[in-house]
């Protein structure tokens, strides 16, 4: 059988928590495991695919394959988890696809995977049925070695959910996902049935262009900002555009960039050259800043992502490169000088994490 298309969740802000509870029928958390994403596909020959579909080599995980064998056949959708810290598990999984992977390391970094979903039970498609039905079906055959059950919560509004995202954030996990208990399996489907509640880190980035706002905001100097990160060069690489839309707040990061506006980009500014496409034109900043006579803001975001963008920041020849989720404006570092910010390197760390 052919790899199904892995249903994904939509970012849901730590402070829009309340909005869950309205945007589904009835709500059950899970946690958010930190981890790689993985299909099962049990039966007489077992087969795993990654979140891109791509065929996993067997050989890599036998613990895993092991315990597979136990699943009755059908399509199982999970992650697999290293021990440890955050970074440490990774390390762990990274270590697999390594060209140094040697069976030692099976004793010395072992896994296990968490399930949370079932999608053919057999060769009967439950996609269709309701979570609540589709778990079922992983409460009553996933029990044994390395394969274990995601662990969930029953929750009723907004205040539960919160309870429950406290308490797995104290657990040193990352979050949770909120998935509606009466939602069907959407293969590829990103929307309010798995929303995932993470919590937002902080990045030192410094304002490298300006954007013109809409309407109301059209009456502001500036409406948003492209930020950046100092790479290893000492020049500076485009990671996210957020908006400004307090105007007090506009207003003390004009009163500090007045007079410094230039209408092309410096030198020590490195933006891509995909802005040079007409399907990027909205990205073009209307002014620039020298990045050395520039503000440092402080930006909160929920993840670094790594796509094909209109970013510089670890760009490389294939066209990928890092940008943040759901940023926002948490503040302006007076404390900090250009050079302080957060370097290119340390982002490459973080995702890599």
């Not at 990774?90 to 099976?106: C, E, P, Q, T, V």
């Not at 059209?218 to 990160?229: I, K």
């Not at 290893?232 to 400004?244: A, D, H, M, R, S």
Request: a negative charge; proline letters at 3%; charged letters at 30%.
């Amino acid at each position: 059988m052919k790899p199904i298309k892995p249903m994904l969740a939509k970012s849901c802000d730590e402070d829009n928590i309340e909005l869950i509870a309205k945007k589904q029928r009835s709500t059950v958390a899970e946690i958010k495991y930190d981890g790689f994403r993985i299909q099962i596909h049990a039966g007489k020959n077992i087969r795993m695919y990654s979140r891109n579909l791509i065929e996993i080599d067997n050989e890599l995980f036998p613990e895993i394959i092991s315990s597979a064998r136990s699943l009755p056949d059908g399509v199982w959708d999970g992650e697999i988890l290293g021990q440890g810290t955050r970074r440490e598990g990774h390390s762990a999984i990274k270590k697999r696809f390594s060209s140094a992977y040697s069976k030692d390391l099976i004793e010395q970094f072992p896994l296990n995977v968490r399930v949370f979903d079932c999608m053919m039970f057999g060769k009967k498609n439950i996609m269709n049925l309701p979570l609540d039905s589709r778990r079922e079906y992983i409460e009553r055959n996933v029990s044994e070695g390395e394969i274990k059950k995601a662990e969930r919560f029953e929750v009723a509004g907004a205040n539960e959910i919160s309870d429950v995202y406290e308490k797995v954030l104290s657990m040193g996990l990352e979050g949770i996902v909120c998935k509606d208990s009466q939602g069907i399996y959407i293969p590829d489907g990103r929307g309010d049935e798995w929303l995932k509640v993470k919590k937002f880190d902080s990045y030192d980035l410094v304002v490298l262009g300006l954007y013109k706002g809409e309407g109301k905001l059209s009456e502001l100097p500036f409406a948003a900002v492209v930020v950046g990160t100092m790479n290893e060069n000492g020049n500076y690489e485009t990671i996210t555009k957020v908006g400004l839309t307090d105007s007090s707040a506009v207003n003390e990061v004009y009163e500090i960039l007045q007079g410094k506006l230039l209408e092309t980009a410096p030198e020590n500014a490195v933006f891509s050259e995909e802005l040079k496409k007409l399907s990027w034109k909205r990205k073009v900043p209307f002014a620039y800043i020298n990045p050395e006579e520039s503000v440092v803001l402080e930006i909160e975001a929920q993840d670094i992502s790594r796509s094909r963008n209109w970013h510089s920041c670890g760009l490389d020849n294939d066209g990928f490169a890092y940008s943040l989720k759901i940023p926002k404006v948490a503040g302006i570092r007076y404390d900090k000088s250009s050079s302080d910010c957060t370097k290119t390197s340390q982002i490459r760390e973080i995702y890599d994490e």
